[in-house]
C-alpha cells in the first residue's frame, strides 16, 4: 500500500504516525503547512487520516478527487461533513467501542474528584493549610441521583459503574433506549431537576450544540455538580461559568471545553471545578487499539474487505 497517497489531518501519536508512514505515502497536515504543496498532491490523495478533532469539510473533500475514505481516530467524528461525503461515495470510520471503560472510568472519576474535593484536597495539604484546619465537607456520592445526557456505548458502561455505588440512575436521549433499567426523562431539564449529578457523553455536532444552557444549570440547581466528557460545544460555557460564579450551580468536572485547548481564564480561577485536558481515551492500551482499529479500516478498504467499523450513515443497511 505504500504507493497509496494519505492526508493526515491531525497531530498523531507516535504509533499511530509510524503505522500509517510505514504502510502508505503520508502527507501529513499538507493542507495547514503547505498549500501550495498541497494543491500539487491533492488529485492524488485517496484518504484522510482524522482524529475526532479534525476538521474535514465539504471544502476539503471537495478537493480530494481521488478521496476513497475518511479514517477518524476517535469515536466522535463531528468535524467531518459526513453527508459531503457519502454524496461522494466516500466511506468514513471512526473507533468506537474500544474507548468505551476508558471513557466512563474518567466520567467516574471526575464525578468522585468533584464531589469529595480530591484536587482542593491535595492543595489543602500541600500548601500547608492542614495546620489551620480542616477541609469544607464534600458530598456524597453512594446512593445519590445520577443523570446521563445520552444513554448510548459510553453511556450505559458509565451507567453499570454508578450502579456500583448504588446510584439512582435516569437519563435522557433522543428516544428511550427499551430494555435499560434506568427511568427516562424526555429532555434535559427535567432529568437535571431530579439529579445530583449530571453526566454528559451525548455526540457533539449542531444537534447538540448548547444543549446543557442556563435552564438545565438552573434546574441542577446550587448543590448539583455537571460532569461534561463529551464535547465542549454541547455545554453553554458563558452560561456554565455564571452559574457557578453565581451559586446556582455547586460545582463542575470538565474533560472538554468549547475552544480547546483555550480555557477561559474565569472557570481556572473557580476553586469547585475540576479541569482535564480532553484525556478521556488518553491511556497507552487504549490509544494503541484506536490506532490499530483506524489503521485497521484503512487497511481492509485498500485491501478490497468491508471495513471494520463505519459511523452509522455509512453502515450498510
Known sequence: MSDIHVLGAAKFSPTYLSQLQAAFALHDRVHQTDPAGFATIAPSIRAVAASGESRVDATLIAALPALEIISVFGVGYDGVDVQAARERGVMVTHTPNVLNDDVADLAIGL?????????????????????????????????????????????????????AFDMRIAYTARAARPGLPYAYHADPVSLAAECDFLIVITP?????????????????????????????????????????????????????????????????GLPHVVLAPHIGSATTQTRQAMADLAFGNLREHFAGRPVLSPVPECAPR
Do not use: Y
Open 111 to 163: 464525578m468522585l474528584c468533584a464531589a469529595r474535593q480530591l484536587q482542593a484536597a491535595d492543595r489543602h495539604v500541600r500548601g500547608g493549610h492542614w495546620l489551620q484546619g480542616p477541609l469544607p465537607l464534600g458530598r456524597k456520592v453512594s446512593g445519590a441521583r445520577l443523570g446521563i445526557v445520552g444513554m448510548g456505548r459510553i453511556g450505559q458502561v458509565i451507567a453499570r459503574r454508578a450502579q
Open 204 to 268: 457533539g455536532g449542531a444537534a447538540t450544540r448548547h444543549l446543557i444552557d442556563a435552564r438545565v444549570l438552573q434546574a441542577l440547581g446550587p448543590k448539583g455538580i455537571l460532569v461534561n466528557v463529551a464535547r465542549g460545544s454541547v455545554v453553554d460555557e458563558n452560561a456554565l461559568v455564571e452559574a457557578l460564579e453565581s451559586g446556582a450551580l455547586g460545582g463542575a468536572a470538565l474533560d472538554v471545553f468549547q475552544d480547546e485547548p483555550r480555557v477561559p481564564q474565569r472557570l481556572i
